[in-house]
């Protein structure tokens, strides 16, 4: 499972909008007025119960089973995880390598200001080693290849620093190894949420709160049901058809107005 945030504007005021997905396709979307523990301990409630209601009414889950995700990838913001293992005690929470790789470039900026005679060489070198460290195969190679580095830069403050961060977040970089198909990027509902951007910049902002769950869960389904373009990876199919729906040959935009109506479930059910 992934989860991630993104800003937006209410009557230019900054809002964030919470999703949940499995790759690219949306499970759970909803507003916020705030990142803090709290906002997001009720947001990941209210989406695990919709989850888990959903699945009990298609019969995917047991009525007197509750869902708890094995797993979510985050972008590695500290409230949503800890309220990720809040909500979902013995969860393994995952950081996004590309995330940790993004703040590697900053500390690595940081450095080439302390050293201005740093040449492009040795700063791809240094780039290249925290590299190496990310693409280790388990969580011993990556602490083995992590403490070399250690030992190496001891005396140097800037990399040391971030050095230390990565050996503070060892199990959140490499719990993904653990899982089959646990996420070790984010990039997947990233693309998502591209499309989600050319929406929000077709209309600049939200007026009214009421407004604005019903634009995302409508959003959500555009984005789950409508095909690929001929040239693309998944041409011809959904993202909902990709992940196992399937629609019987009906066109996305008629089963886009029947999920609009609650219809769609039970005319895709075995007997019709």
């Known amino acids: 499972m992934l989860s991630d945030e993104k800003f937006a504007q209410l009557n230019r005021e900054q809002i964030y909008l919470f999703l949940v997905s499995q790759k690219e396709l949306i499970w759970y979307a909803e507003w916020m007025e705030s990142t803090d523990e709290a906002s997001f301990n009720e947001v990941i409630m209210n989406a695990l119960g919709n989850i888990e209601q959903a699945a009990q009414r298609e019969e995917v889950l047991a009525s007197d089973t509750s869902y708890a995700p094995e797993s979510v990838t985050t972008d590695g913001w500290k409230p ?14 995952n950081e996004c390598l590309l995330h940790g790789r993004k703040r590697v470039d900053v500390t690595l900026d940081e450095y080439a200001k302390a050293h201005p005679d740093l040449s492009n060489e040795a700063r791809q070198s240094l ?38 961060i990565l050996k503070e977040k060892r199990f959140l970089f490499t719990n993904h190894l ?90 895709l059910t075995p007997n019709n």
């Not at 388990?138 to 005396?155: N, P, W």
Request: aromatic content about 10%; some cysteine.
């Open 80 to 93: 949503a995880q800890t309220a990720w293992e809040t909500q979902v005690p013995g969860i393994s929470l």
């Open 127 to 164: 780039k290249d080693k925290f590299d190496h460290i990310f693409e280790a195969p388990s969580l011993a190679t990556f602490s083995q290849r992590l403490r070399r580095m250690i030992e190496h830069y001891q005396e140097d403050p800037i990399l040391l620093k971030r050095l230390t």
């Open 178 to 267: 653990r899982f089959h198909n646990a996420p070790a990027f984010s990039s997947a509902l990233d693309r998502s949420m591209r499309f989600l951007d050319e929406k929000l910049q077709s209309f600049g902002q939200f007026r009214a709160t009421e407004s604005l769950d019903p634009m995302l869960n409508a959003w959500a389904i555009v984005n789950n049901l409508r095909p690929f373009l001929p040239d693309a990876k998944k041409a011809g199919q959904s993202l909902a058809e990709f992940f196992g729906a399937n629609l019987h040959g009906l066109p996305w935009m008629e089963a886009l107005n029947l999920c609009t109506v609650g219809a769609l479930g039970a005319l």
